[in-house]
């Protein structure tokens, strides 16, 4: 496949507006996630099924604390224009007003908290390239689970977005309790999460 970088510039002009009809218009297999990281258009293969388990069992806590006007999102995309991209979280929780009506993302600010689960050929992604895009978009909270990490899988929380930058609310090995503040109040057992 072909990549298209551009600079958003401010405003993020017609080169935006551009790269972001390449990604609606990509063909991609089906399970394949498209985004748009850093200005390039990526493709990449369907998750695991411990990966999949994993977004699953988060989604069934976070469906029990969150309001009934509260939707969890696993394939809607996250315009983050200041950083040249379009993220798919694995999962997104945005009110559900905001998701609601044509299109196929949300302007990240109004996302209540990002998950991202590493997977071994894009964990720098996740870590660095989107931490940093949903950090200066103001995403408030964004949490990490990468059972790739070192061999010693962990859990991280960051939140309070400052300048494109996050700091680390919370970081736990898989088998420890991770706290999610207000307005969620979940202690999250990462014991339960999958480790290939």
């Given at each position: 496949?072909?990549?298209?970088?551009?600079?958003?510039?401010?405003?993020?002009?017609?080169?935006?507006?551009?790269?972001?009809?390449?990604?609606?218009?990509?063909?991609?297999?089906?399970?394949?996630?498209?985004?748009?990281?850093?200005?390039?258009?990526?493709?990449?293969?369907?998750?695991?099924?411990?990966?999949?388990?994993t977004a699953a069992l988060l989604q069934r806590r976070l469906y029990a604390?969150?309001?009934?006007?509260?939707?969890?999102?696993?394939?809607?995309?996250?315009?983050?224009?200041?950083?040249?991209?379009?993220?798919?979280?694995?999962?997104?929780?945005?009110p559900r007003t905001v998701a609601t009506g044509p299109g196929n993302r949300?302007?990240?600010?109004?996302?209540?908290?990002?998950?991202?689960?590493?997977?071994?050929?894009?964990?720098?992604?996740?870590?660095?390239?989107?931490?940093?895009?949903?950090?200066?978009?103001?995403?408030?909270?964004?949490?990490?689970?990468?059972?790739?990490?070192?061999?010693?899988?962990?859990?991280?929380?960051?939140?309070?977005?400052?300048?494109?930058?996050?700091?680390?609310?919370?970081?736990?090995?898989?088998?420890?309790?991770?706290?999610?503040?207000?307005?969620?109040?979940?202690?999250?057992?990462?014991?339960?999460?999958p480790v290939s």
């Amino acid at each position: 496949m072909s990549a298209l970088t551009v600079d958003p510039g401010p405003g993020h002009g017609q080169d935006w507006d551009d790269l972001v009809r390449i990604w609606e218009e990509t063909d991609a297999p089906e399970g394949c996630k498209v985004e748009i990281i850093e200005g390039i258009v990526t493709v990449s293969p369907p998750p695991s099924k411990d990966h999949n388990t994993t977004a699953a069992l988060l989604q069934r806590r976070l469906y029990a604390v969150i309001p009934e006007e509260w939707e969890i999102y696993q394939t809607l995309g996250v315009s983050v224009p200041g950083r040249a991209g379009v993220y798919i979280p694995d999962l997104l929780v945005v009110p559900r007003t905001v998701a609601t009506g044509p299109g196929n993302r949300v302007p990240a600010e109004e996302a209540l908290l990002v998950v991202e689960i590493t997977s071994q050929a894009n964990a720098n992604h996740d870590r660095v390239k989107k931490a940093h895009g949903y950090a200066k978009a103001g995403v408030g909270l964004f949490l990490l689970l990468d059972p790739w990490h070192s061999g010693r899988p962990t859990a991280t929380l960051h939140g309070d977005p400052d300048s494109g930058t996050y700091r680390v609310l919370d970081v736990v090995e898989y088998g420890g309790t991770l706290t999610l503040p207000e307005p969620f109040k979940l202690d999250l057992d990462t014991g339960i999460f999958p480790v290939s």
